[in-house]
């Protein structure tokens, strides 16, 4: 094959990054928005010796999987990938996924619970980043990046977002207009306003919004009291600082225009607080599932429970009404302070939280003898550095919880785990993201 060649292929098989897979003498070719089950002609766009990427052409013979795209912008904004498939073959993609995670890459054999779907596939999301751009003709436009590059995709309505977003945002374009705010450039460094980021409480509806820039102005105070007056659900409206050329979307320095600082809200009869810097998940109904299997794979009645990469303590604190102890350790600063917090506020005088790196506090807990029941890890996509995986197998739990976003890293870290006298015994994917390419799972692992 070579480049613009077109040939007949049929879709037999989904890659973990949402495109269809389909064989043509012998070799791989990767085709992005197609369906197990379409007969289509692909115009080769990349040819490599092993494998080849293209793109569809015509569908001959359409899949039974496929429905109607309802997103202008689905294929160009780097975000939803399953738009033109029935939900429950997604479902079933995703937890295709993650048991070839766990079977290939880390040779094991767990019993795989059914995936748990979401009851809503839009609107679900309770954050929002989104970048800010100027056209060539002077329109400032909100989107998001398209894949794998930095140009904005304008999207003037995500369907995974709460409506009440795009209303934000276009009312924070027209108050640029209004009030000069000048648009970020990233290609020449000039401008001031980058991203909007709002997160909201699912339960409480409380709207944090806050306004990446490249440097601060006076005309954002102003900004700020306009939010509050014309979006009564916004309780504090802050400034964010990042002067740096970085893909990383928030600076170091913050500053509060209005309101309060953190939004509140209600998660498996807990009540939290959260900073803008604070992880929480995004589906916070999925999340309330989610948590409620850690538990019942944890045990945590009148355990010991070592909850790292913790947070604002949400995996644990949602199990301190059984425990007879949490520890939990984080390494970002706000988000411990708000653990500490969500601890007292709901009268919880067994959880104590550390401000420190996972890998640092769990050596440093291992050092001292603590020797906990069970621990949980919810660590990043990268998944747990060597440190932390080492102390933990010094701890010697009876039990381990993993929560994690990519189930490879996952598997490859049960491996390790295996290595050290532990058994994997079930794993079951959630599917927090609907319609993207993500998906999280749990695991539990016993000695």
């Known amino acids: 094959m070579k480049k613009n060649d077109i040939i007949k292929l049929e879709i037999t098989a989904l890659t973990s990054e949402g495109s269809g897979v389909g064989r043509f003498d012998g070799m791989a070719v990767f085709v992005p928005k197609t369906a197990v089950g379409d007969i289509i002609e692909a115009r080769i766009v990349k040819a490599l010796k092993n494998y080849a990427y293209g793109k569809i052409e015509r569908i001959l013979t359409p899949s039974t999987d496929r429905v109607e795209n309802d997103c202008p912008a689905f294929g160009k904004c780097g975000g939803c990938v399953y738009r033109h498939i029935a939900y429950e073959a997604e479902l079933s993609a995703k937890e295709k996924i993650v048991r070839d995670a766990f079977e290939r890459i880390g040779g094991l054999s767990p019993e795989f619970l059914p995936i748990c779907g979401a009851e809503n596939t839009e609107r679900y999301r309770n954050k929002l980043q989104m970048p800010l751009a100027k056209t060539d003709g002077g329109e400032i436009v909100s989107g998001f990046f398209s894949e794998r590059s930095h140009r904005v995709v304008a999207v003037e309505d995500c369907k995974l977002q709460p409506e009440i977003f795009s209303k934000i945002v276009d009312f924070i374009k027209q108050e640029c207009k209004t009030l000069k705010i000048s648009i970020y450039n990233e290609r020449s460094h000039e401008g001031v306003l980058r991203h909007v980021y709002l997160r909201r409480g699912h339960s409480s509806g409380e709207i944090c919004a806050v306004l990446v820039a490249r440097r601060r102005v006076p005309e954002f105070k102003k900004l700020a009291i306009d939010l509050n007056r014309n979006f009564p659900d916004i309780t504090g409206v802050v400034l964010n600082i990042n002067p740096d050329k970085t893909n990383v979307i928030l600076g170091d320095r913050e500053e509060l225009l209005s309101g309060r600082l953190c939004i509140t809200d209600k998660m498996c009869g807990v009540n ?7 992880f929480y998940q995004v589906n916070t109904p999925q999340a309330e599932k989610l948590y409620k299997q850690a538990a019942e794979f944890a045990k945590p009645v009148g355990k010991t429970v070592l909850d790292l990469y913790c947070g604002i303590g949400t995996i644990g604190l949602s199990m301190a009404h059984e425990a007879a102890e949490i520890i939990g350790a984080e390494i970002v600063p706000e988000a411990v302070e708000n653990a500490r917090k969500n601890a007292a506020e709901n009268g919880f005088s067994n959880a104590k939280f550390i401000c420190a790196d996972a890998g640092e506090a769990a050596a440093k807990l291992a050092a001292e ?30 039990r381990i919880v993993i929560i994690s976003c ?12 295996t290595e050290n006298g532990y058994s994997v015994l079930q794993v079951r994917a959630f599917d927090l993201f609907p319609r ?10 016993s000695r």
């Open 436 to 445: 993207t390419r993500h998906v999280e799972c749990v695991v539990l692992m």
């Open 406 to 417: 990519n189930p490879a890293t996952a598997a490859r870290d049960c491996k390790l785990f």
């Open 272 to 278: 939290f607080e959260l900073s803008p810097r604070s």
């Open 369 to 398: 003898g603590l020797t906990p029941d069970v621990i949980l890890l919810d660590p990043p996509r990268k998944g747990c550095d060597e440190k932390t995986l080492s102390a933990c197998v010094k701890m010697a739990p009876e």
